[in-house]
């Protein structure tokens, strides 16, 4: 079936899109750029299925579990001690509906049944089941309590570190008991891991939802960088011949468990849990052709993905020790899968293996120590976006020492650090890199910089990349962020691909390309350098437009108006003034522009309504006043 017809007549157009139902769009010559779009396919654009959006049950969780850890903080719970509190609550939580737990639910009956409505005890009971999560049935007192005796021994150190007891009222305890009554199967260990995070992050509270990295990126990310890969070989693998097949799916199967992943700065690992999930998926399909109707006897022995293939290393403690949990719940829910799939309950407590998630400072620590990058398949991940002029002077050492000083490394952002890690880091292996990474590394003056130094000095290639999208972010008040993925590896492949977005906030469509170059596009390896001198006969740039009267000439929409109204006369000296956060946000800005304006009336040569405006500008409030007039009057301007 063909995609579309389309009916011209060199004036107008009619296009049916057959793939959605005969869906017709109309359109005249004009505005043909405006549906460019439905002809992509012509060109060597490749349309790819959406990728999953979040479940807002995740919402709902984070929320309640941010009223219990607001009320313990209130009490005095603080710091460490809450955050590893609230993690065991949760892993509590998710085990109670999970399987985890047998039988089901006896996290929430224990509350119920045994501790005081007012919750003046609930504390001490919550002490007790921690102590026992920690110990192996064999080695609890006899004299144990039946109903504490059913938990099981969870391993991992999750539950080892004695905490102080912490102290519960009536309104916490139903606040837990809220917490118990949500449906803890349905939850996201990705998602729900970041947004967990912020709800404890004060300053992030009214943004709930804003602070994570969206399933629909992660996907973006692994799916050209190793998960397209896999399955594109598993697919041609399915259609050999039956004798051939178990063979190769046999050492198919032996190959992704030996693939071991680093994330160098995993938050809450949102990266090692998706890339872990969809490789349980794959093997999933792998064991159902392997096995097929045969009986096995234990299903466990089969199994051979695991959360110990994954690496994370992170500076703050509490989004490390998150995801620590989110990979032993993602692992659960697969295993639960994996019963519904065969009929055999499997679950893997206590738990041996777990991810190896390091509490470190990324740029200071070596990876090799956390990794032998000769065992390694794949770095990834979502460092920090944090502009060249808003580092902290800690983070503007980090960057000087990570380029061992590098001419205008200084100009260069904070996310250029893991890359220039990565590249040390694979040298002389096929490790293959993606990071999402915000657009500016890629334009102006970072690119030449930054990308001679990677794709020369390192011999890195782009395999794919895509462009400029927009973050998942609808927080109100926030900048939009407009971010990049590019995929680098000393390995050049044969095919590389490219994907393009319309828009901002379209859906790629995938185009291959012949080579990708540090601005990510199909074309040669070239650099656009800074020159301070003009290419044509116009006069020399003296500075940029850079705002440095400390706020005391800009205005908001507000403060222009009042202005206006108070004197019409100055509405001339008030012009709009845009810059990137203004641009990028659509926020009105002006400022107060005195070119040709002495501060002394008599020299003012463009009439009395100006020399008004500008007495009534000096008489003005304080804001617009505390300068000296002489001192900021610019002529360049």
Known sequence: ?????????????????????GKLYRFNLTELVDHIELFGDLAGYKEIDPYKQWDPVNIEAA????????????????????????????????????????????????????????????????????????KPKGGRLKTIDEQLNEFPYINGGLFQERLESADFDRPMRDTLIDCCRL?????????????????????????????????????????????????????????????AQQSRLI????????????????????????????????????????????????????????VDQFFGLEIEEFPSQIAQVAMWLTDHQMNMLFRERFGQYFARIPLVSTASIHCVNSLTTDWESIVAKSELSYILGN??????????????????????????????DYVSCWYKKAAEYIHGTEIEVAFVSTNSICQGEQVPILWPELLGKHGLKINFAHQTFK????????????????????????????????????EPVEIV?????????DGPIVYIAKNSKPICKVPEMVFGNMPNDGGNFSLTLPEKEA?????????????????????????????????????????????SEREDGLKMLLKAPTQYTAFEPEAVFFPQL
């Open 383 to 412: 460092p920090p976006f944090l502009g060249a002029r808003i580092m902290s002077k800690e983070q503007k050492n980090e960057v000087e020492q990570t380029f061992h000083g590098m001419k205008d490394c200084s100009n260069i």
């Open 1 to 21: 079936m063909p995609k579309g017809i389309l009916i011209c007549d060199f004036v107008s157009f009619h296009y049916y899109n057959l793939l959605e139902d």
């Open 563 to 607: 202005l206006i109204k108070s004197d019409p006369s100055i509405s001339e000296l008030i012009l709009p003034f845009v810059g990137a956060d203004e641009f990028i946000n659509n926020i009105p800005r002006f400022c107060i522009w005195l070119q040709g304006v002495s501060p002394n009336p008599r020299q003012t040569h463009e009439g």
């Open 513 to 521: 390309a012949n080579q990708i170059n540090a601005y990510l596009i």
């Open 251 to 306: 050492e198919f199967h032996n190959r992704i468990a030996s693939l071991k992943f680093l994330d160098p700065a995993c938050g809450c690992g949102n990266f090692l849990v998706i890339s872990y999930r969809e490789l349980r998926l794959l093997e999933l399909e792998i064991l159902e052709r392997l096995l097929g109707n045969n009986q096995v006897l234990d299903v466990s022995t089969e199994i051979k993905v695991n």
């Open 63 to 134: 929320e309640t579990m941010g009223r219990l850890h607001d009320r313990l903080k209130e009490i005095g719970y603080r710091g460490h001690q809450l955050e590893l509190y609230l993690v065991r609550l949760l892993f509590c939580l998710f085990a109670d509906d999970t399987g985890i737990f047998e039988p089901p639910d006896i996290f929430i009956k224990y509350i119920l049944v045994r501790t005081a409505e007012d919750g003046s005890d609930l504390a001490l009971h919550l002490q007790k089941i921690f102590e026992v999560l920690n």
């Open 471 to 506: 973050w998942s972010n609808e927080a109100r008040g926030k900048a939009a962020v407009y971010c990049v993925i590019i995929g680098l590896a000393l390995n050049d492949r044969k095919t590389k691909k490219l994907y393009h977005y319309a828009t901002v906030t379209s």
């Open 183 to 243: 449906d803890w199967s349905k939850i996201s260990p990705a998602i729900f891991g970041a947004m967990f995070q912020s709800v404890m992050n004060d300053d992030e509270r009214h943004d709930l939802g804003a602070h994570y990295t969206s399933e629909e990126n992660i996907l973006k990310l692994i799916h050209p960088l190793f998960l397209d890969g896999l399955w594109d070989e598993f697919n041609k693998i399915i259609t050999l011949s039956p004798s």
